[in-house]
């Protein structure tokens, strides 16, 4: 059947992560449901990521649904863009429309405009214009250029975004996770079943990002490490996909490929500890793993640029951060609950 002439094509950008194909997943499986024929979708940008975390064509083939009316492409051709008339056209983003793509197709099509769907990055996804400069500047951004891009992708999510396919949806002053989405994130569940008599903490790449000095963060780390000791629970690292694991040789580390909150491994554990990352919001929200939140004095300004929106996403789902000192008071009343 994958052979037909496509009744729906979409174009996917944006991809930078593994979890960015999962949201992605989510989507295509309900299109297809929605659709009468074959659906095509062109992924661009095969191989884009950040450090040793690039989404390759076997990533593709396997986070995306296995169906067989949907038919994956990985290597663009001039001909993908331009679509016949009879053909359903659809740009899906990560985070944000993908503005080149959009014009591309725009342009292509002789002004008809794709449908736009955007899902989400992670956390960033609930960031105004403020918060995506600073994250801009984190990768390296001179101020002014970084300012014209926040503002010029701001405006584009207001314009061009005719749906946002997110895992949460507000609810008065809290959150809800959309199930239909969560569903995706649990399908995808690999690994082994974890020890439970360890703590397993998700690091992030800060020394790389410029936030704190590698010395600085393995004190901390080792900070933590202590506090669990004295909670009686041992603490194991589960570190970025985008991180090299030689940066934690004096740390037992539970690697692997899969994002955190796809991982049994961590899914399952006792008690999950880290900063406001997507990764614990979701294991917390999406699979129920006891999170806590652990600062530091080189992340409070992160902390105090969230936006009103990411904090109350985070609070509805996760402790209030707590210093590194405190700790080990917050893992025991966490593990005595069970």
């Known amino acids: 059947m994958t052979d037909l002439a496509p009744a729906s094509r979409v174009v996917l950008t944006g991809v930078r992560s593994v979890t960015h194909l999962v949201y992605a997943a989510s989507w295509l499986r309900h299109h297809v449901e929605q659709v009468d024929g074959v659906v095509e979708v062109v992924v661009l940008d095969v191989g884009a990521g950040f450090g040793h975390a690039r989404v390759g064509e076997p990533e593709v083939r396997a986070y995306l649904p296995d169906d067989p009316r949907l038919r994956v492409e990985t290597v663009v051709r001039e001909d993908h863009w331009r679509v016949p008339r009879q053909v359903d056209l659809t740009l899906l983003s990560i985070g ?28 960033g996804s609930f960031g105004n214009l403020r918060s995506r400069r600073d994250a801009y500047l984190r990768q390296g951004g001179g101020a002014l250029r970084t300012l014209v891009r926040a503002g010029v992708v701001s405006a584009a999510g207001t314009v061009l975004t005719d749906l946002h396919w997110s895992l949460y949806e507000p609810q008065g002053s809290r959150w809800v996770v959309r199930e ?24 992030q790449p800060w020394p790389d990002l410029g936030v704190m000095s590698e010395a600085s963060y393995l004190d901390h780390l080792e900070a933590v490490r202590e506090q669990c000791a004295a909670a009686g629970i041992g603490l194991v690292l589960r570190p970025h996909p985008s991180e090299d694991l030689a940066r934690y040789g004096g740390f037992e580390v539970v690697p692997g490929v899969a994002p955190a909150e796809l991982a049994r491994e961590v899914v399952g554990s006792r008690v999950v500890i880290g900063s406001n990352s997507t990764a614990l919001l979701n294991l917390s929200a999406v699979h129920g793993t006891p999170g806590l ?42 593990l005595s609950r069970g």
Not at 102 to 113: E, N, S
Not at 187 to 202: D, I, M, Q
Not at 318 to 334: D, F, N
Request: hydrophobic share 45%.
């Open 96 to 123: 944000l429309p993908g503005t080149r793509a959009w014009t591309r197709l725009v342009l292509a099509g002789r002004g008809r405009r794709p449908r736009v769907v955007v899902v989400d990055e992670g956390i």
């Open 180 to 203: 239909v989405v969560a569903a995706e994130f649990r399908r995808r569940l690999s690994g082994t079943a974890p020890s439970r008599a360890r703590a397993v903490y998700l690091t």
């Open 293 to 334: 939140r652990v600062t530091a004095p080189e992340l409070i300004p992160l902390e105090t640029a969230l936006t009103h929106r990411q904090r109350t996403l985070l609070d509805t789902f996760l402790p209030e951060p707590v210093p590194v000192q405190t700790l080990s008071e917050k893992v025991v009343a966490l």
